[in-house]
């Protein structure tokens, strides 16, 4: 794994349209290795898990329950990752740092799937 990767994903966050190649990146550089993994601790972000909430439930249609989240943030790269499941399908979430700002809004570019 090379770290120096992580700025080419975050060019991919903010510019690239197609999902896919967004994931099929982050899945070749990062996903597997766990040494990325262990540069980052477990976090809660009450912002991304609303995000998250709330897209998934647009998605189904309906209330839903997201289960297994284990959000990972590397501080150092400002870096927000990982996998989740809802409705018994899996899904990920990668995001660049999210920043409150004193109005109460956020800024951030983040993506997730579900399969």
Not at 13 to 33: G, P
Not at 57 to 81: D, E
Not at 97 to 109: A, D, E, M, V
Request: proline share 3%; with cysteine; glycine share 6%.
């Amino acid at each position: 794994m090379k770290i120096d990767r992580l700025q080419e994903l975050k060019q991919k966050l903010t510019n690239e349209a197609d999902l896919s190649q967004i994931w099929l990146f982050y899945m070749d550089h990062f996903a597997d290795h766990p040494e990325f993994t262990e540069l980052g601790e477990p976090a809660h972000n009450e912002y991304l898990d609303a995000v998250l909430h709330k897209s998934c439930q647009q998605m189904f249609g309906s209330a839903i329950t997201i289960t297994n989240f284990l959000l990972i943030y590397i501080a150092k790269h400002q870096f927000f990752h990982g996998p989740f499941q809802v409705e018994g399908r899996i899904g990920g979430l990668i995001s660049n740092r999210t920043i409150p700002f004193s109005t109460g809004h956020y800024i951030s570019l983040h993506r997730f799937w579900v399969q």
